[in-house]
């Protein structure tokens, strides 16, 4: 008898620690920028299904070209998901991953709004308006110090692109 109610208190406690660990694993969406990764699907579709979202919850649309293949993406998608500071401030925004492959995906996008990844390199930001409207084009490698992102450039960059009622963001179409 006393072998099977350790066995049952065994049994109930590791279903406890499952339960406990599970539920701390998961993080409240309400808290997370709201983010689509385009690597496989299509990223016209994609694109209007975001502008859609970004119209009702009026926000812009941060698009970030890169691809699987990139350093330098890995290291913006890891600040994107575990650096606070930044995970803040992409809250104001709807993010929108294109998947550029070895410069030849969604080439679609990439001539619509006139990027030359090739000299301008990858992850490569475009921000938009609720309406597709280009507001701000901007390559990531500004952004870099002493071989990382700095944190304080990035958050600087998206915190200036942040609608704010009393002003509008001045375009950058270079």
């Not at 410069?103 to 996008?109: A, I, Y």
Request: proline content about 2%; some cysteine.
């Amino acid at each position: 008898m006393k072998l099977q109610s350790k066995s049952a208190l065994f049994s109930i406690l590791s279903l406890l620690m499952f339960v406990v660990t599970v539920t701390v694993g998961q993080t409240s969406s309400a808290n997370q920028p709201q983010s689509t990764d385009a690597r496989s699907r299509n990223s016209e579709t994609e694109l209007k299904q975001t502008l859609v979202l970004a119209q009702s919850k009026q926000k812009n649309v941060l698009l970030v070209f890169g691809s699987a293949w990139c350093a330098w993406c890995d290291r913006l998608r890891f600040l994107f998901n575990q650096n606070t500071t930044i995970k803040r401030s992409l809250e104001n925004f709807i993010i929108l991953h294109v998947d550029i492959g070895s410069f030849n995906k969604n080439q679609s996008l990439v001539n619509r709004y006139r990027i030359d990844l090739k000299t301008n390199g990858i992850p490569y930001f475009v921000l938009l308006d609720g309406n597709g409207s280009v507001l701000a084009r901007q390559s990531t490698t500004e952004l870099e110090e002493k071989g990382e992102y700095s944190v304080e450039a990035l958050d600087r960059l998206l915190n200036g692109w942040i609608i704010k009622p009393e002003s509008k963001i001045q375009r950058n179409n270079k």
